[in-house]
């Protein structure tokens, strides 16, 4: 089984989204300034990196058996709904923005704001452009629903995702570059992320 | 032979891939391929003994990812006596007559340094060690470490070697197809780095093919003396009817490498998708090849954790200003551990537009090497900028370059023997460019000539340590023409002939030659100007001079370094710009009390320090406090609470107030203002975001309150270490996520035990009431402005 590795150009950006994730209802002139100027220093460092396999899955009650392992997650089989075919991947928009935030988190933590907010869109974007390229309208990732976080683990062993796109998992799980995803995406149609998810008391919940 | 004594006139075939043909001999998805030393040793042996036998010289034994993090103490030395006896197997087996050696290959540990990933730089050293020092146990020839893409983990798996083996060391990096490290890096600052440390040779592998990293091998060429070495992929792994196919030929391959062979490398072999096929024909293809001679490019070079910066021709820009020395407000700062401050000058400085920026935080009550240690992790997190090590602490400067993620620049060793023997082991062991000041035990020199032979005898004693006379510079020292009007023109004099006999760059600490005049200023621009003349490479300086950076760009204008004087065009526009306080519209007037109210609320942060600059001509800073930032806070904090303003709003006009306090913390910087009561506020162990706690911050500092951070990824140990020191009546703790909620709450339990008239108020993405609750916080925060409600009903 082989990784292979993809590099895109800039997915396209989301402003609206962008201000739901900075929490912000509506935007003044100053903020949409602050947001346009802020997009225009993350471009410069912003990089959109997937390391993938493709597997294949059979599934047992609330199991699911991909071989070599097998994951415990009701919700997970659900998602796969008949389906025995997973994309495995692993996404980051990379390191620098890490930077950066990191930067204006002690020097100006509006601009760190609102350039964690791009980074949250850009992630999101970049895993939409991956999974409609791949034929995936459903994805899954460790944490949702039932899928325990542990599974990390298992999935940076099989994608090698700090060899291949320079992203690696801290003790806590906690990912590093933090603008990331890994996740198991399956064929079909794309659905609306925010209404099948079970947590209606999200401040990010977006509109349905 | 010995490795190095072959590398000095071979060509050396390195092996190829080993992964891949691991996988086809049946390698499950997730396995760990180090266990197969143990597991399948006869499978491991005749990989090597294929690579022997295809001609390469050395081979590198199956321990990429042998360390101490995947595997314990026993199964790794297992692992690696193993690996190294597969390898001497095979080196008896095989026929071919060639020299071979075995080099014990050390690929990154899977995770990143902090500040990105939550492995400290001194844990990676130790775990690199660990490996190190079983592969010299078992024999190993030499040491291979490669496919890094984060070149302060290379620094540590480097210093790692350096420290624990004596064995020549190969260094190759995993460069993406815009010819940098993942973690930003170019080759340039590469080369800097590890040959400042003493690598054998750097170069590049894995990651792409050879056609895609001819750039990066042609950069390292041109600024590397070692040997380069170069082992890329089969090119890109493609799927093909359900398999994987790399999409170069073995014949293409060979072409690709043995033609860089012709432009330089001098190490060769392949990483992934490539087998002993790939071996086979490249050392078909370049038999015959004389190995090019390795020329010493004699650059004198500092680096970044992104970039290099090299003297030359153009003037470097070293900037002074993170100095308490003659600084009130930058003493508080220190004196407060107030890191912020420190990083503002280091960010400011470099929207000026300095290449370097010089650290000294000497202060006779502070730990100097903690404080050194903290400054220069905190400032390489926010600045990429190379940084020059400002001290006369030795252990201070070890332990400031032993952190820094590049090849600093060190200041300073003089003439004195004691000087040298001090400071000169540790520019060999961490490499650096030295400035070196041209006094000695009895003194400074009037006289030009003096100064000169200061130099020589420096140069000579850094011959005896190894230390090449590109990796110093010297200061000829300017002293106040106030004391001696004929002081100037000796620094001057001996600029020109250090330059000129010696072939040495320079450098000077501009700004003293006018101590003790009126208008620094004037004389300090003409003075850089004079110096630039007579050959000064850099200088450090003051960047928020607009005569020293009038000068410097004036100054590369005329002398042709500046294409269509276009820096100097951009430049000028900040020289001739007055920032004055407008005058308030009658908009304004209605809508606002004041213009400083106006400037806060509408988060102008520049406007709003110059605006309150500006008042404190002519009321008292305290005042200014009560009748204008308060209200302006008041109505940008109430309209977040009613939801009619937003985050970033808020947040906005917080960081104008700051820039107001600020100025008035400038003008009574004997006096804390804030005295409303302590807060200490940390983002709990394991979690490193810390955007949230920030925010509480600014907030509760814009509010009065005195804020002790401190930072992210805390011990609850020092989170009660430190409430207990200062008997502090409030803790903010934050967490991002489910994982590390089991920290928080860990935190609050030793905090109830050993500081129980402590409160505690939590917030983070993942808590609710309902979990505040549970792990016994007093309070849940929403966000940064409950917190601050809450702490005005605690601290009274």
Not at chain 1, 18 to 33: F, M, N, P, W
Not at chain 1, 90 to 117: C, E, F, N
Not at chain 1, 133 to 153: A, I, M
Not at chain 2, 429 to 445: Q, R
Request: proline residues 4%; contains cysteine; negative net charge.
């Amino acid at each position: 089984m082989t990784i292979f590795t993809k590099t895109y150009k800039e997915p396209p950006i989301c402003e609206k989204e962008i201000l739901r994730y900075a929490g912000c209802k509506e935007a003044s002139d100053d903020v949409t300034e602050l947001m346009h100027s802020c997009i225009d220093e993350a471009r410069l460092c912003l990089s959109y990196k997937v390391c993938y396999c493709e597997l294949s899955v059979k599934v047992e009650e609330d199991e699911c058996d991909f071989g070599n392992f097998s994951v415990a997650s009701g919700d997970l089989v659900k998602c796969l709904a008949g389906s025995n075919r997973v994309v495995l991947f692993g996404a980051t928009v990379g390191s620098s923005l890490d930077r950066l935030i990191a930067k204006y988190s002690r020097i100006s933590p509006s601009r760190a704001l609102m350039l964690q907010a791009i980074g949250a869109e850009r992630i999101e974007a970049l895993c939409d452009a991956f999974c409609k390229e791949s034929g995936c309208g459903v994805r899954f990732s460790p944490g949702y629903g039932d899928l325990s976080l542990q599974v990390q683990k298992k999935i940076f062993d099989i994608l090698n995702c700090e060899k291949h796109i320079g992203l690696t998992l801290n003790d806590s799980l906690v990912m590093s570059p933090s603008k990331s995803v890994t996740a198991f995406a399956v064929s079909g149609k794309a659905k609306n992320k925010c209404k099948s998810c079970k947590k209606t008391d999200c401040a990010y919940r977006g509109a349905l | 032979m010995n490795f190095k004594e072959y590398l000095k006139d071979n060509i050396v075939y390195l092996d190829g891939g080993m992964g891949t043909l691991l996988q086809a001999q049946g390698l499950a998805p997730g396995e760990y391929p180090e266990r197969w030393n143990i597991t399948h040793p006869e499978i491991i042996t005749n990989i090597h003994k294929d690579y022997f036998d295809a001609g390469s010289n050395v081979v590198c034994t199956n321990t990429f990812g042998a360390n101490i993090l995947k595997f314990s103490e026993e199964e790794l030395e297992e692992i690696i006596k193993a690996a190294i006896e597969n390898a001497n197997g095979a080196r008896k087996q095989s026929k071919n007559s060639a020299e071979k050696f075995i080099a014990l290959d050390i690929g990154p540990s899977g995770k990143l340094l902090k500040p990105l990933g939550d492995l400290d730089f001194e844990d990676a050293v130790s775990v690199f060690a660990q490996t190190v020092k079983l592969g010299a146990k078992y024999g190993a020839d030499l040491v291979i470490i490669e496919t890094m893409n984060d070149s302060y983990e290379t620094k540590a798996a480097l210093l790692a070697v350096k420290e624990n083996c004596d064995l020549p060391v190969i260094v190759s990096n995993a460069y993406g197809e815009d010819k940098k490290l993942m973690t930003g890096a170019t080759p340039q600052a590469m080369v800097a780095l590890l040959e400042g440390m003493g690598a054998d040779s750097i170069g590049a592998n894995c990651s792409l093919g050879p056609r895609q990293l001819r750039g990066v091998v042609e950069e390292l060429l041109s600024c590397a003396s070692v040997p380069v070495v170069l082992k890329p992929n089969a090119g890109i792994p493609k799927a093909v009817d359900g398999k994987t196919v790399f999409d170069i030929t073995t014949e293409e391959f060979a072409t690709e490498v043995a033609d860089l062979i012709k432009s330089g490398v001098r190490l060769v072999g392949g990483c992934c998708g490539t087998t002993p096929e790939y071996i086979k024909a490249l050392y078909r293809a370049s038999k015959g090849l004389t190995p090019c001679k390795l020329t010493d490019k004699n650059k004198t070079v500092v680096s970044s954790y992104t970039h290099a910066v090299e003297f030359g021709e153009s003037p470097v820009l070293i900037g002074e200003r993170i100095n308490p020395t003659g600084k009130k407000r930058f003493k508080q700062a220190l004196m407060e551990n107030d890191i912020d401050y420190i990083l503002n000058e280091g960010v400011n400085q470099q929207e000026k537009g300095v290449h370097i920026l010089d650290v000294n935080v000497g202060l006779p009550d502070i730990n100097e090497v903690e404080m050194i240690k903290t400054a220069v992790c905190e400032l390489q997190a926010v600045t990429n900028l190379p940084l020059q090590i400002d001290t006369a602490d030795t252990c201070a400067m070890e332990a400031a370059l032993r952190r820094y993620n590049g090849k600093a620049m060190i200041n300073s060793v003089n003439g004195k023997k004691e000087s040298m023997e001090a400071v000169f082991p540790l520019v060999k062991k961490y490499g650096g460019v030295v400035v070196a000041l041209t006094l000695d035990e009895n003194g400074i020199p009037e006289t030009a000539q003096g100064r000169e032979e200061i130099a020589k005898k420096i140069l000579a004693k850094a011959k005896e340590y190894g230390i090449d006379k590109k990796d110093i510079i010297f200061d000829t020292l300017a002293m106040t023409i106030s004391a001696d009007s004929r002081s100037a023109l000796a620094t001057l004099g001996a600029l020109k002939t250090i330059k000129e006999e010696l072939g040495c760059h320079t450098s000077l600490g501009v700004s003293n030659v006018s101590f003790g005049l009126p208008v620094r200023d004037a004389i300090n621009g003409v003075f850089f100007a004079l110096a630039l003349e007579n050959g000064l490479s850099a200088a450090i300086m003051n960047p928020y001079s607009a005569d020293m950076m009038k000068t410097y760009y004036s100054y590369r204008a005329l002398k042709d370094m500046d294409d269509n004087c276009a820096d100097y065009i951009e430049a000028s526009s900040e020289f001739a710009q007055v920032i004055a306080p407008t005058q308030m519209t009658e908009k304004t007037k209605e809508e606002y009390k004041s213009e400083l109210q106006s400037a806060i609320i509408k988060g102008f942060k520049e406007k709003s320090a110059i605006i309150t600059a500006e008042i404190l001509k002519t009321s008292a800073p305290l005042d200014i406090v009560q009748e204008e930032i308060i209200p302006a806070l008041n109505m940008v904090g109430k309209g977040f609470e009613e939801k009619t303003v937003y985050l970033p709003q808020l947040l906005m006009s917080a960081e104008s107030a700051k820039s107001a306090f600020e100025k008035i913390k400038e003008a009574m910087p004997d006096k804390n203002a804030k005295d409303k009561g302590t807060v200490v506020i940390a983002t709990v162990h394991g979690d490193i975001h810390d955007i949230g706690k920030n925010i509480v911050k600014l907030l509760l500092e814009n509010y009065g309150f005195n804020v002790l951070d401190l930072g992210k990824d805390v011990p609850p140990e020092v989170v009660v270490d430190k409430v207990v020191e200062t008997n502090a009546p409030l803790v903010g703790l934050s967490a991002l996520m489910t994982t590390t909620v089991p920290a928080m709450e860990e935190t609050i339990r030793q905090l109830k035990k050993r500081a129980p008239w402590c409160k505690t108020v939590v917030g983070g993405a993942v808590l609710t009431q309902e979990y505040a609750d549970k792990i016994g916080a007093d309070k849940y925060a929403r966000d940064a402005m409950e917190t601050v409600r809450y702490a005005e009903t605690v601290i009274k």
